[in-house]
């Protein structure tokens, strides 16, 4: 895989692992993996297979698919493309959803 799909499909499990409230050692015994192991499916270090994300997505009550949608993006504060694609989008919405403002 491209690194960049990597690290996203890492923060995914990540933010997936932190909503069911596991710690990465939590996911470790369940999964019989190490915590170096999760560590490095979530800093995109290393790709799980395909049955480790089923195995994962069972675990964290998910489906494999939920590890591809909505999976954060990797920004700095500096990155203009960022703050264009992600900040004004939320902050336009946010406006919009505001009683006693004209859409």
Known sequence: ???SIDLQLGLRIKQLREAAQLTQADLAAIELKSVETISNFERGKTTPSIATLFVLARHLNCSVADFFNQAPQVA???DPLAIKTMVIPALTEAAADRPG???
Do not use: E, G, L, P
């Open 76 to 78: 700095t504060k500096t």
């Open 1 to 3: 895989m491209n690194d």
């Open 101 to 103: 403002t004209a859409s």
